[in-house]
């Protein structure tokens, strides 16, 4: 089962990068941690700070025009960057897959990175995640 959702994984990536944009805007004006909070619709499992469930803050680190990293906590977890963070507010869940499907699809981002922002575009299990998936998958 695992190998399986391995295997999805990687050719979600894939297809993500064959229709991809050279770069994630949001995060090429400055370098630095950028980060927004939203809604969980599902329950993420267990963390450091117990249930994923709730409300996350998603961090991005950007460096020289792009992401570099991307971290996901709880809320109640007191585990995000210490130093200035430009902080994005809370977002839609509508709008937090829009900035993580923006990285998704940036063709300068390392792989590593890509993967993460998919890891949690996937994990979101939104509406508009699934209709992503589905046109690319339908798109070949």
Do not use: H
Not at 2 to 16: E, I
Not at 29 to 43: L, Q
Request: hydrophobic letters at 40%; aromatic letters at 8%.
């Amino acid at each position: 089962m695992m190998r399986a959702l391995k295997v999805l994984f990687l050719g979600l990536l894939v297809l993500a990068l064959l229709n991809s944009p050279s770069t994630a805007s949001t995060f090429s004006e400055a370098d630095g941690w950028y980060t927004w909070r939203v809604d969980s619709p599902v329950n993420m499992g267990s963390s450091c700070c117990g249930n994923m469930s709730g409300e996350l803050a998603i961090y991005v680190r950007s460096e020289n025009g792009g992401p570099v990293r991307i971290r996901a906590y709880n809320t109640n977890c007191d585990k995000g960057p210490e130093e200035n963070v430009t902080d994005l507010g809370t977002l839609s869940l509508a709008q937090s897959d829009a900035l993580l499907l923006e990285i998704v699809q940036a063709r300068n981002v390392d792989m590593d990175v890509r993967e993460d922002a998919l890891l949690w575009l996937v994990l979101t299990g939104s509406d508009e995640t699934f209709e992503y998936v589905d046109r690319l998958l339908s798109s070949r």
